[in-house]
């Protein structure tokens, strides 16, 4: 079966099967190519799709494609992208969300969390885990996240509010490697930051973006 959505607006795929589809061009299953357009898929299956170019189950060529709690498996392409190939930041960009977990491609790549299928509470873990203690008559703010091994360039630098408005750059007092995740082996990262106990409230942000 293989499909060329044209669609104005968005469409919805629910618990659909899209199986040994072949194209003799890209998207052995589906094909998006319509601009400003968004195909949400949720509970479906690609498998054993392939195509002679590019998405052995889907190509994305415009608009885009939000996959929830989807399994792409044994799909094939003589092109780029096996499973998936897209071509635009809809899907393949860093600040793009594909399966509509509501973290962007950047932050999952850092902290190791797939970009496709059901985010678990184990990979949403690795997300910053805030805490505060009083040391000495002051407030503590702990910061505690994985961090892919290895990652460079990328940007990853602390913010501060009082009003969720205005962030100013905060560096912490201590910033330390603290273990490594049990599954992945990633390093777990600490960063601590000292402030006097009489500031009313205060808020903190994990900031992951690209070199300008």
Request: glycine content about 10%.
């Amino acid at each position: 079966m293989d499909v060329n959505m044209t669609v104005a607006g968005e469409a919805l795929l629910r618990r659909l099967a899209l199986t040994n589809g072949q194209a003799n061009a890209d998207g052995g299953a589906l094909r998006i190519s319509t601009e400003n357009s968004t195909v949400r898929m949720e509970t479906c299956s690609l498998q054993g799709n392939t195509s002679t170019n590019r998405g052995g189950a889907v190509f994305v060529d415009d608009g885009k494609l939000v996959m929830i709690d989807c399994s792409v498996n044994g799909n094939q392409s003589t092109g780029n992208g096996g499973g998936i190939s897209a071509i635009n930041n809809a899907v393949s960009g860093s600040d793009a969300d594909a399966n509509g977990s509501g973290h962007a491609n950047l932050l999952k790549y850092f902290h190791r969390i797939p970009p496709l299928g059901v985010v678990t509470p184990a990979d949403r873990a690795a997300l910053p885990a805030v805490s505060c203690e009083e040391v000495s008559g002051n407030k503590k703010v702990t910061l505690t996240y994985r961090r892919r091994f290895g990652v460079t360039g990328i940007i990853a630098a602390y913010f501060s509010s009082n009003d969720l408005v205005n962030w100013s750059p905060q560096s912490p007092n201590t910033e330390s490697v603290i273990g490594s995740d049990p599954v992945t082996g990633d390093p777990i990262i600490r960063a601590e930051f000292i402030l006097p106990a009489n500031i009313p409230r205060i808020f903190y942000q994990l900031r992951i973006t690209l070199p300008p």
